[in-house]
């Protein structure tokens, strides 16, 4: 069994930045390739990035390409997300997960999830 937790969410304005982390318990995180997805009120969970085992692949949705930076430490059990020049439409809740195989950008693919952290950006 896997458990995350994540944190780093809050209020911003329109242009700042947010550094997410989620830290992960056990001793097999870096076994597991992880993403982060978001969900905005009253649409369906998004794929935002991931990150293979090493940290020597990554992926990103396009809309953050450029923004957005996943990284991991697996010394650390942790897995980061920044983001720069935040817009209001960035504005979802955060959840990150891990998984052992399958796409990476299918939540279906993720067998472990945390509860999410809340990002909002104001205009």
């Known amino acids: 069994q896997v458990q995350l937790v994540e944190s780093g969410g809050g209020l911003v304005q329109a242009g700042d930045s947010l550094r997410l982390s989620c830290v992960t318990s056990g001793r097999t995180f870096s076994t597991y390739a992880m993403g982060w997805f978001r969900q905005a009120p009253g649409k369906e969970r998004e794929f935002v990035a991931a990150i293979n085992w090493s940290g020597t692949g990554t992926y990103y949705e396009d809309s953050v390409k450029g923004r957005f930076t996943i990284s991991r430490d697996n010394a650390e059990n942790t897995v980061y997300l920044q983001m720069d020049s935040l817009k209001p439409e960035d504005t979802a809740l955060y959840y990150c997960?891990?998984?052992?195989?399958?796409?990476?950008?299918?939540?279906?693919?993720?067998?472990?999830w945390g509860q999410g952290t809340q990002v909002t950006v104001s205009s």
């Open positions: 997960a891990a998984r052992k195989q399958g796409s990476v950008y299918f939540s279906d693919s993720y067998d472990y």
